[in-house]
């Protein structure tokens, strides 16, 4: 006959898997994306939108995955209180993906913890000042604005000043949200400053970014491309001037 004990490990056993198949499928994404870029630069685009069908369902997955994760994680923490009941102390924690320190798994919402490896700064793809047309494109992607001082975050979450959110699968500091990638580099979520933007949008912001803020000068196969609306435009040429606006303030008052 099992016991609690037992019913628990078997939980436990059930998220790390849930965490594996997570990290397959999003290494999966990362490779279509690649994909669907170099079919796009061989003009194959019947093959790249196929591509892209199929990394978009994977997103889907994905999105399923941590919400199994998120509930998988509930129900083991209802398995930890019955265990308590009986008088028998938690026998295994739940690890965050990322290789982060142990956080019983008892406690719901973000718990304040520090990794135990340092995250790393995000791509530069991220960084609204250093978006150009070289970057590349996800159907995703997540821009930090310049008033955001990414490296103090990621110093405070590295001393243990931030919080770990296992249900959102992301760190919290300064009311902001970083993802950590499996090697440790960072990747900014949510919060003051963090902009998401889809494929067209992005791509409009690298074209304004590339001209400097000046539409005359954005290249023309951008322009033309259907799949970049004037609401796109907009967004992007606000986004840029915002960005300007720091940049000059920080010149000027060094703030």
């Known amino acids: 006959?099992?016991?609690?004990?037992?019913?628990?490990?078997?939980?436990?056993?059930?998220?790390?898997?849930?965490?594996?198949?997570?990290?397959?499928?999003?290494?999966?994404?990362?490779?279509?994306?690649?994909?669907?870029?170099?079919?796009?630069?061989?003009?194959?685009?019947?093959?790249?939108?196929?591509?892209?069908?199929?990394?978009?369902?994977?997103?889907?997955?994905?999105?399923?995955?941590?919400?199994?994760?998120?509930?998988?994680a509930t129900h083991y923490g209802s398995a930890l209180s019955a265990q308590e009941l009986l008088g028998a102390g938690p026998t295994v924690a739940v690890r965050p993906p990322g290789s982060v320190a142990e956080i019983p798994a008892q406690r719901s919402g973000p718990v304040r913890r520090q990794p135990t490896a340092e995250l790393r700064p995000p791509n530069s793809r991220h960084f609204i000042g250093r978006i150009s047309a070289s970057r590349?494109?996800?159907?995703?992607?997540?821009?930090?604005?310049?008033?955001?001082?990414?490296?103090?975050?990621?110093?405070?979450?590295?001393?243990?000043?931030?919080?770990?959110?296992?249900?959102?699968?992301?760190?919290?500091?300064?009311?902001?949200?970083?993802?950590v990638k499996p090697d440790g580099v960072s990747f900014p979520m949510?919060?003051?400053?963090?902009?998401?933007l889809d494929r067209g949008e992005y791509r409009a912001l690298q074209g304004v970014?590339?001209?400097g803020g000046d539409m005359t000068k954005v290249d023309v196969k951008l322009t033309r491309d259907p799949s970049i609306t004037t609401a796109m435009w907009d967004k992007a040429l606000s986004l840029h001037r915002e960005h300007r606006s720091t940049v000059q303030r920080t010149e000027i008052h060094g703030i």
């Open 209 to 211: 970014m590339d001209a």
């Open 136 to 179: 590349r494109t996800k159907g995703r992607n997540t821009v930090v604005m310049s008033s955001v001082d990414v490296d103090a975050d990621l110093a405070a979450i590295n001393r243990g000043e931030g919080s770990w959110d296992p249900a959102g699968n992301g760190w919290e500091v300064n009311g902001r949200r970083y993802g």
């Open 1 to 72: 006959m099992s016991s609690i004990e037992d019913f628990t490990a078997a939980i436990q056993l059930a998220l790390d898997q849930i965490d594996e198949a997570k990290n397959a499928v999003a290494a999966a994404i990362t490779v279509g994306e690649s994909t669907v870029g170099t079919l796009q630069g061989a003009s194959a685009y019947g093959r790249a939108s196929i591509t892209e069908g199929a990394r978009s369902g994977l997103e889907n997955v994905l999105g399923e995955l941590v919400n199994a994760h998120t509930n998988t």
């Open 190 to 196: 949510s919060g003051p400053g963090v902009v998401e």
